[in-house]
């Protein structure tokens, strides 16, 4: 043995709480928060798209998932949890199944963590039950402040409860991560005092959970208020003596600011959630081009949301965000009421064709517009004449351009069938593809895009 090998100590043991088969380390993460209304599927492909490594979705209730019905859409390959409203008690009205959650296994699994609202380790791991299959991990959101959210005691609520959440994230852990072999974690707020805060970590991380975050804000902090970050490192070291992964949370602005604040602090991680609801590409690294401008976020976050076939009252939302507010271009799309109206007044021409065939799909078409000379009968007509020429000559190329259609728009039935309905953005403009007509875009029909993100 050399007297170098001999002099140096073999390291601590550092623990760490093994990561799950299906499960995700959080540990060197720059990741997407959740954010109920913002963090639909279209927000978390966009995400990923610009870098981040693991995406949350917004928090659902557990209540709201126990019972419901999990299917695949033929059209696009998502799975979507689905319930059928209780209807008002209006049996004269049909009602109609509406999609609780939905997933894009293809594009996010191994990276989205599930979160829920729960104050009930029973209802907690039935809830839980329904999506594990479909998730790599499983958070308990034990911080939102909001009087629905606090008044069933969930949220902030379980701060001040503790034993309750310990109950609910050892349940967890045993009935649903062991099982399906997915890490369960927990995101929390700091308390009044850092002793407060150590005694509430310090049962959290003995739970077998694989994660912690902690939004660095108290719970009557308003949102606008600055982050504290001075029980961060006391957090971090409790962690980490636990073998838990500790994501911070809080006035993250992007992905170089999350690394340095990680560096800073001690931190495994790092989660955004208001800058990246505006502009996605916070994600994207300054030496990778940074901030993108947000045109070209909007142009892919209705790519995403098209190919999602999102709810449109949700894509409106988040485009309020993201658009900047004077500009004329939001003032008119602000008016739209679907896809295809939205895609034509922001000049995202190149999604023309697939906003109409969404349209379809979710029945909006009863909303579009019709200015004067833009008929959509005669631009839709126009697309798909365009789209089945080049079906056409795709076919004769030896290729299969065509696009499943379902037998009724509503039908949702059968297996898997992958394939992705939106054409890439056109940058150079087909001339073969133009449509001749001045008051019809030109448009870029033919290509079938699997997008990576
Ligand atoms: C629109 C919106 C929705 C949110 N929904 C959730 C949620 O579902 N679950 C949760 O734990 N936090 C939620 N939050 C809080 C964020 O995840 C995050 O903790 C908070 O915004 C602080 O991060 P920031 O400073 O980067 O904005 C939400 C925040 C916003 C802005």
């Not at 599927?41 to 019972?67: M, N």
Request: charged share 25%; hydrophobic share 35%; net charge neutral.
């Amino acid at each position: 043995m050399s007297s170098l090998s001999a002099s140096v100590s073999a390291p601590a043991q550092v623990p760490r709480v093994p990561i799950p088969a299906n499960g995700v380390d959080y540990r060197g993460k720059i990741v997407l928060a959740p954010m109920v209304r913002s963090g639909e599927l279209p927000s978390r492909l966009l995400a990923l798209k610009y870098g981040a490594d693991l995406v949350w979705g917004p928090e659902t209730i557990d209540r709201s998932l126990i019972g419901a019905v999990r299917r695949i859409n033929p059209r696009n390959g998502t799975v979507e949890f689905t319930r059928v409203p209780s209807n008002g008690g209006r049996p004269d009205k049909a009602a109609k199944a509406s999609v609780i959650y939905r997933i894009d296994p293809a594009r996010e699994k191994s990276r989205l963590v599930f979160q829920m609202g729960t104050a009930s380790a029973d209802l907690a791991v039935q809830a839980a039950k329904v999506v594990a299959g479909d998730v790599s991990g499983i958070d308990v959101n034990s911080g939102c402040p909001k009087p629905f959210s606090t008044s069933g005691g969930m949220g902030a609520a379980l701060l001040r409860t503790p034993d309750k959440l310990v109950s609910i994230l050892e349940s967890l852990v045993r009935e649903v991560g062991e099982p399906f072999k997915i890490g369960i974690s927990v995101k929390i707020r700091i308390l009044e005092t850092p002793e407060l805060t150590e005694a509430l970590v310090s049962r959290l991380v003995r739970t077998g959970i694989t994660g912690l975050t902690v939004h660095c804000r108290t719970t009557p902090m308003r949102p606008r208020e600055r982050a504290i970050r001075d029980q961060l490192s006391m957090i971090a070291d409790l962690c980490h003596k636990a073998g838990v992964a500790c994501v911070m949370n809080g006035d993250v602005t992007s992905r170089d600011h999350g690394l340095a604040l990680m560096q800073e602090f001690g931190v495994d991680g790092a989660m955004i959630a208001t800058s990246a609801e505006t502009n996605s590409s916070c994600f994207r690294s300054e030496a990778d081009g940074g901030l993108a401008p947000w045109r070209d976020v909007v142009h892919e976050y209705m790519r995403f949301c098209i190919e999602s076939e999102n709810r449109f009252g949700n894509t409106k939302y988040l485009l309020n965000m993201m658009i900047p507010g004077k500009n004329k271009e939001f003032n008119q799309a602000k008016q739209c009421k679907t896809y295809t109206d939205t895609c034509r007044r922001l000049q995202f021409d190149d999604l023309v064709p697939a906003a109409i065939r969404v349209d379809e799909d979710l029945e909006l078409t009863d909303k579009w517009e019709l200015g004067p000379g833009e008929g959509h009968e005669h631009a839709r007509s126009k697309a798909v004449q365009n789209a089945m020429e080049n079906n056409e000559s795709a076919r004769a190329a030896g290729g299969n351009n065509s696009r499943p259609k379902p037998t009724t728009s509503t039908a949702h039935t059968g297996g898997p069938i992958r394939t992705s309905t939106i054409p890439e953005p056109s940058k150079t403009a087909n001339a073969d593809q133009s449509t001749g007509d001045p008051s019809i875009p030109d448009v870029q029909v033919s290509q079938k895009a699997e997008v990576a993100v």
